[in-house]
T-cell receptor
Framework: AQSVTQLGSHVSVSEGALVLLRCNYSSSVPPYLFWYVQYPNQGLQLLLK??????LVKGINGFEAEFKKSETSFHLTKPSAHMSDAAEYFC?????????????FGTGTKLQVIP | EPEVTQTPSHQVTQMGQEVILRCVPISNHLYFYWYRQILGQKVEFLVSFYNNEISEKSEIFDDQFSVERPDGSNFTLKIRSTKLEDSAMYFC??????????FGPGTRLTVL
């Protein structure tokens, strides 16, 4: 079984400030981890992913995340928030068991950027 | 860059009616999925489909739902006798053997 916990359903940051969105996962097998962004009334856009290899992964729009196995975490960060970053962010996990897989999503974190 | 497409973008239906949501997965992908997102809630897995049969389905995917790949390109989700609580955004996704799933833009279903 796999699960994802996102701490904080709403996060507010000032423009230019550090963005930190927290995600912890549970998986019985080595996971694939993802961050998706959803803008209002739009679909899911992949920000970044961790499958194997380097634990610090960089994504689009200046975001990055670090896979920490010992902490079962995959927190999303961005050094300086832009107004355009305001959206909902979903952490997700796939159990790396081969074959078909289902994505298990977290409950999402809405990011507000204050001018 | 290839992408998953979904039609229609918005579907309005009366309670009790049948709806078919359509998806065109990426052409060389083998696995297909449907997810649902009720307004304000998280995205939930409905069903996965491979080799013309269901691989896994969630408890949400009851007898009211069915999926089909009627030809080499389309992947459909049929909801029989829609209920008010079926109102949601429905996302189709596809993938190769494993790893990243590519999501479509979604179909917003409104049941009146």
């Amino acid at each position: 079984a796999q699960s994802v916990t996102q701490l904080g359903s709403h996060v507010s940051v000032s423009e230019g400030a550090l963005v930190l969105l927290r995600c912890n996962y549970s998986s019985s097998v080595p996971p694939y981890l993802f961050w998706y962004v959803q803008y209002p009334n739009q679909g899911l856009q992949l920000l970044l992913k961790y499958t194997t290899g380097a634990t610090l992964v960089k994504g689009i729009n200046g975001f990055e995340a670090e896979f920490k196995k010992s902490e079962t975490s995959f927190h999303l960060t961005k050094p300086s928030a832009h107004m355009s970053d305001a959206a909902e962010y979903f952490c997700a996990v796939i159990a790396n068991s081969g074959g078909y897989q289902k994505v298990t999503f977290g409950t999402g974190t809405k990011l507000q950027v204050i001018p | 860059e290839p992408e998953v497409t979904q039609t229609p973008s918005h579907q309005v239906t009366q309670m009790g009616q049948e709806v078919i949501l359509r998806c065109v997965p990426i052409s060389n992908h083998l696995y297909f999925y449907w997810y649902r997102q009720i307004l304000g809630q998280k995205v939930e897995f409905l069903v996965s489909f491979y080799n013309n049969e269901i691989s896994e389905k969630s408890e949400i995917f009851d007898d009211q739902f069915s999926v089909e790949r009627p030809d080499g390109s389309n992947f459909t989700l049929k909801i029989r006798s829609t209920k008010l609580e079926d109102s949601a955004m429905y996302f189709c996704a596809s993938s190769k053997v494993s790893g990243e799933q590519f999501f479509g833009p979604g179909t917003r279903l409104t049941v009146l």
